[in-house]
């Protein structure tokens, strides 16, 4: 049996992150994770193999429809989707190389199997070896989460398929039904209608991107609508599978149905506990079956504690990230605390979709008074010379203190023009702040102090 400080039930972005930090800051630790690469979803099947397909899927667009206005010409544009599969699996294996050279160069002790909590400090671990035991002081869970699944969806049928599979199709699928119309289904259907399939996409809600801001979803819609999606909204599925001669198709409540030729299921993720042997442990879950914890992450056994996607939303790589490092230096003795308004989200469609604090509607349901500006990026030199004009930048500042409260971006590169509004929220920085910065011209980020400007009607080129 071997004991350790600390052990990380997960090799995911919370627990690897965690892992390493725990080992700077002198514990002995080991991290369980039933596959032998580590990464978890975010790195094996989920954020980096769905970028890679996003940057050369929109590599291919640009290069058949939009090179042109630049004056430059190219001969038939071919599509190799081997080779583009191969390249998004080189990225992974490189990235996962790096995190396993982490792992031994801090000394992190691993272990590949499933992992079962047998009791307050104790870890068995099986795999085709058999079962061992290992012993530490402190046991942390961040195993991370999985697909959500809809009644009448057969995913076994080899036509449908979640995330996982998506990322994985070996031809171009001539026609693609998207169930659900949050960041992944988007970030997906986008790949493969650049590509040449005819997407739909099918939302329960009236809406796409629920939980986002209202005013940047619409935009994102109408932009989405001209590149060739189809929205079917509010619409309850029924179910889907096969439905013969090499098609699939997708039955909605009161609407004819919808044939196809993949069908992919991405109507958001659950927590991924099953068979850690929390019930018996008597760790609290909520009603949803995210684990319940304190503060610091403590859940309600003590000496157990859990981060990342299995405790909750916001349900992202870079929180779980931030999560761990916060647990582990919690047991470290060190403060605690972690600015939940201040994490920022990103949708990497074209164009990006980004946003770090409330939305409008959020602040309206809880009584907050605040202004807002915004600005366009077809103002922008920049944008102009990207040829990528689409969207805004909209800001929400407190209507007393103009204390800055959220940033909400539909536009290039919104994903790195964020972490401006990330850094002002968290240091508490007001929207006059934003304007008394020197933004480099020609930049994209000129956008954002615009938009600042905008809340007292002082935009320059508005």
Not at 179 to 205: F, H, K, N, P
Not at 283 to 288: F, I, P
Not at 348 to 357: F, L, R
Not at 436 to 458: G, I, M
């Amino acid at each position: 049996m071997s004991a350790h400080d600390l052990i990380i039930i997960g090799g995911g972005p919370g627990g690897y992150t965690a892992a390493i930090r725990a080992a700077q800051l002198g514990m002995n630790v080991a991290c369980v994770d039933e596959n032998a690469r580590l990464g978890g979803t975010c790195l094996r099947v989920g954020c980096i193999p769905s970028k890679a397909l996003l940057e050369s899927s929109e590599l291919y667009a640009h290069t058949r429809s939009r090179l042109g206005a630049h004056g430059v010409g190219v001969g038939e544009v071919t599509l190799d989707v081997g080779a583009m599969q191969r390249r998004k699996e080189r990225i992974v294996g490189t990235l996962v190389k790096g995190i396993d050279a982490l792992i031994a160069k801090n000394n992190i002790t691993r272990y590949t199997g499933r992992a079962r909590i047998v009791e307050p400090g104790r870890v068995a671990v099986s795999n085709s070896d058999g079962e061992s035991l290992v012993e530490a002081s402190r046991i942390m869970i961040a195993t991370g989460s999985k697909p959500a699944i809809l009644p009448g969806i057969d995913l076994a049928d080899e036509r449908v398929g979640t995330s996982t599979e998506a990322l994985a199709y070996e031809r171009v699928p001539d026609s693609l039904v998207v169930i659900g119309a949050g960041y992944i289904g988007l970030e997906l259907g986008t790949v493969w209608s650049r590509l040449g399939a005819e997407v739909t996409v099918v939302e329960y809600q009236d809406r796409i991107l629920p939980g986002a801001d209202a005013e940047i979803a619409a935009e994102a819609r109408r932009i989405f609508e001209r590149q060739g999606l189809r929205f079917d909204l509010g619409a309850r599925v029924q179910g889907a599978g096969s439905a013969g001669e090499g098609k699939a198709q997708v039955t909605i409540e009161g609407r004819d149905p919808i044939t196809c030729d993949r069908i992919l299921l991405a109507v958001g993720r659950v927590p991924s506990t099953q068979g850690l042997g929390l019930e018996e442990l008597g760790v609290g879950l909520d009603k949803r079956g995210f684990v319940q914890v304190t503060e610091v992450f403590e859940t309600s056994v003590p000496g157990v504690f859990a981060v990342g996607d299995c405790v909750g939303d916001p349900m992202l790589a870079h929180k779980a990230e931030k999560e761990g490092i916060a647990c582990v230096e919690g047991i470290a003795g060190r403060p605690v605390h972690i600015n939940y308004d201040a994490i920022p989200s990103v949708a990497y469609t074209d164009p990006e979709i980004a946003a770090v604090g409330p939305t409008e509607e959020q602040l309206v349901a809880r009584g907050i008074e605040f202004r807002k500006g915004s600005f366009p990026f077809r103002a922008n030199g920049r944008a102009r010379c990207l040829d990528a004009t689409d969207g805004l930048v909209k800001i929400l500042a407190d209507a007393k203190t103009d204390r800055l409260l959220g940033v909400h971006i539909v536009g290039p590169r919104a994903g790195d023009l964020i972490a401006e509004a990330v850094a002002a929220i968290e240091f508490g920085a007001s929207s006059e702040d934003i304007t008394h910065l020197t933004h480099a011209h020609p930049t994209l980020s000129e956008v954002v102090k615009e938009a600042a400007l905008s809340l007292d009607d002082r935009a320059i080129h508005k």
